[in-house]
């Protein structure tokens, strides 16, 4: 027979093998606990971060697009549905010198060509650099510098390499840079000067495709920066009434619908990481003193070999604790592996920005979240392991005698 | 007997996830135009791969010896990492982000193969612990 000494570590571990069924299901109980907490937690800081980051690149408080494609923007910059449409550039002109309007900058669009297979449409986007605040400083972030003609910044989820070629509508293009992942549309776009786009255009043409302008003078959009202390709703009324032809849309309330989402999502992950906790504290409380209860002889006979009152409690106290890690330990593992390779279908199934978090950002919450987690088994546990040292061990024997 | 039951069982369900799963439940993308993609090419290497850890789930559960069954087990382990492997090194799944073989089928077989490599190594360390016993019966 081996020799086994009677440590702390092993009489708890012991006595949880001894039970293997309840053991699982107190590991399982913490183990689904950890799971919601780090899955919310990560859902709720990947949502909020595209949130932010939606809320950063738009840029501008207003924009004015073509009469009847207020839809078209929208799926431009929230869903990444490459949109073509166009208006008169003389239009930037007039909205500049509207009460309220600080700054204005025009965009061009234009849509590239999908394959047959494998490929999918990409927004193109011409800027203009002296004018521009929603690409440009980003731009100048990544390069240290402008773009130059004929070049190409492109979004996070375009497969180029920076000093590379890409190909559109049959003409090379090198890119510049690529830049950092967003979450938003802006991540399958590519951007260019306003004369690089207008050349793209032209050779578009070239190749058969059709637009419902002649380009010269026509712009997609005009991306308005209002005075501080201005309202983006008086500016913008006064914008339609001097326009007609254009759609004005206010950024806000382009991002109001996905923030009230976002917050009702918020709360409900709240509430059922509260609710489980709360369900984890109320179980281990009752099955705990339960299991003490009826090992009491067991303890008994331990303090009569000599065993302390302290280390009653640490027997206790250990199991707890054992069966708290294991459970939080597989929870919070099960809780990466599904959400951190799914994330881009998660963000395509919830049509929301999602911006996964970075490494140290994802530790700190994997930190907390098990803190939270591995706290409940101990908490639970305190009491009756305070209590078990103070049963006289000869009556506890002799009880039913 | 239970060892040999659990582990056999998970290991013949995580063969046929990662053998079937592309073919089924998270397909790639078919041939269009006589175009062959990468992930169509993946997915018959897992088919394989798949088969194989299965078979060896099998095996798992006739043999009884620890030892062998240790040996079984890490060949499980290595396995999953070669089913790790193909869709994210080897040979990879199609480039555009939003393609349905890159949002679902890679994290799919991704998963299944992590699972299979943890189960793997918690079964040699069970194993190798339960060699050391003076009295084990499997």
Known sequence: MSKTALTTREISIHNLKRRPFRTACLVILVAILAFTLTGGSILIKSLKDGMVNLEKRLGADIMAVPLGYEAGIEGALLRGEPSAFYFEAAIADRILHIDGVSQVSSQFFITSLSEACCSMPVQLIGFEPQTDFVIQPWVVEKLGGNIGNGQLMVGSSIIAQVGGTLKFFGQGYTVAGQLDKTATAFDTSVFMTMDTARKMFKDARKIGYHFFTEGENAISSVMVKIERGAAADAVAKKIRINNPEADIVISKNLISGIVKNLNTLVVYIHTLSAGLWLLALIVLSVIFPVTINERKREYAVLRTLGATRKKLAGIVLSESSWISLTGSIIGIFLSCLLLLPFSTYISIKLKMPYLQPRADVLLYILGVNFLLSFAVGPLTSFYSAIRIGRAEPYITLREGE | ?138
């Open chain 2, 1 to 138: 007997m239970k060892n040999r039951l659990i582990s056999g069982i998970l290991f013949i369900g995580f063969g046929g996830l990662i053998a079937l799963g592309p073919q089924s439940l998270f397909k790639v993308c078919r041939p269009m135009e006589g175009h062959l993609m990468k992930c169509f090419g993946m997915a018959r290497a897992e088919l394989g791969i798949g088969a194989l850890i299965s078979v060896l789930g099998v095996l798992l559960m006739v043999f009884k010896a620890d030892q062998i069954r240790m040996a079984l087990s890490t060949s499980l382990g290595l396995t999953n990492i070669v089913a790790l492997l193909i869709p994210t090194v080897l040979i990879g799944v199609c480039n555009t982000h939003a393609m349905h073989c890159r949002t679902t089928t890679l994290p799919a077989l991704s998963v299944f193969s992590i699972l299979g490599i943890v189960t793997a190594v918690t079964n040699i360390i069970y194993l190798y612990r339960a060699t050391k016993k003076p009295e084990h019966n499997p």
